[in-house]
């Protein structure tokens, strides 16, 4: 390879190691042409498998402050940059090499910290981000639809309460004073009533949800961390 274009070849990587949340390195030895397709294709577009030359990727990655991996550029590497959702990513990687054994996940790196076999294993294991949003989302979803019943029964039982008043003549039992007073009493206390009951069930599925991100989030710094 000439010198420019080895000089060519370690700027796109030095690039992709900047650009990218994390990367996997892995070993294809043995793979087919139509297996890497196959692997690029369940990546998505977000993440890019590139076959590298070890030599070139060492000097990309000193120049873009990485350090830690040196030891496993060795074989026949291929590298995953992942500039979307590493959970995605990782599971992508991980279901791949349990159907192709000869992908080899050799270690990789996220948010500056070096990442070994087994880490990448446990983040496999993590929920994704769209399902995480999509519990939060749906956890809200059924807060709100629940404060959407609960204050429209409150309306409904007023506007029934009414008309029953004015079908008994509406001074039959009460006066044409108190009577309308009463029933709006009664509706401010089962508003009331059904407002605190909203509050809390609000409260509870933010809870919920707030506890399940934290859960994930600890996962995945424990996976980093090793």
Not at 134 to 153: I, P, R
Not at 198 to 211: G, M, Q
Request: proline share 3%; net charge negative; no cysteine.
């Amino acid at each position: 390879m000439a010198r420019a274009d080895k000089a060519a070849s370690v700027a796109e990587i030095t690039e992709e190691f900047r650009s990218s949340s994390a990367a996997v390195l892995t070993e294809y030895r043995g793979l087919t042409v139509g297996q890497l397709k196959k692997l690029r294709r369940s990546l998505g577009e977000d993440t890019t498998y590139a076959v590298v030359k070890n030599t070139l990727t060492k000097i990309a990655a000193k120049d873009a402050g990485v350090e830690g991996f040196d030891s496993l550029l060795a074989g026949p590497t291929a590298i995953a940059f992942i500039k979307g959702d590493a959970v995605a990513a990782a599971k992508a990687l991980d279901t791949f090499a349990k159907e192709s054994p000869l992908l080899v996940i050799k270690g990789g790196i996220m948010d500056g910290k070096i990442l070994s076999p087994d880490d990448i294993k446990k983040l496999a294991k993590l929920e994704s981000r769209e399902v995480l949003l999509s519990k939060v989302a749906g956890a809200a979803n059924a807060a709100l639809a629940m404060a959407a019943a609960l204050f429209q029964a409150p309306l409904s039982q007023a506007a029934r309460t009414f008309d029953a008043f004015r079908a008994e003549g509406g001074a039959a039992k009460e006066t044409p004073a108190t009577a309308p007073v009463a029933v709006v009493e009664e509706v401010v206390a089962d508003v009331t009533e059904e407002v605190t009951e909203v509050a809390e069930a609000t409260e509870e599925a933010s809870a919920e949800s707030v506890e399940e991100t934290t859960e994930v989030a600890d996962a995945a710094e424990e996976s980093s961390e090793g």
